[in-house]
Nanobody
Framework: QVQLVETGGGLVEAGESLRLSCVVA????????LAWFRQAPGKEREFVAA????????SYADSVKGRFTLSRDNAKNTVYLQMNSLNPEDTAVYYC??????WGQGTQVTVSS
């Protein structure tokens, strides 16, 4: 059974940074695509960033481009989301996903103004 566990969320002030981690258990991620999504209160889940199995250049939503950096460590079966220059609009529950078929439980990110 594949399990994804996100950590690293929290409460920060605008302009600060957070680093989210997603550890995948039960499957080697080397040949899988990984992505982060987020869902703010009252809104639909939206795409944040993704990286292909070949660890090519990640893709980002326009709203986070230049501020967020996605990376993966296949040896640790982990994907990271470095989030800089956070603003209140980034407040959401952040989810990681493996091939968009397995999802973690999410980690809350709250940015105060």
């Amino acid at each position: 059974q594949v399990q994804l566990v996100e950590t690293g969320g929290g409460l920060v002030e605008a302009g600060e940074s957070l680093r989210l981690s997603c550890v995948v258990a039960g499957q080697d991620i080397t040949s899988n695509n990984l992505a982060w999504f987020r869902q703010a209160p009252g809104k639909e889940r939206e795409f944040v960033a993704a990286i292909g199995w070949a660890a090519a250049i990640p893709s980002y939503a326009d709203s986070v481009k230049g501020r967020f950096t996605l990376s993966r460590d296949n040896a640790k079966n982990t994907v990271y989301l470095q989030m800089n220059s956070l603003n209140p609009e980034d407040t959401a529950v952040y989810y990681c996903t493996l091939d968009r078929r397995c999802w973690g439980q999410g980690t809350q990110v709250t940015v105060s103004s």
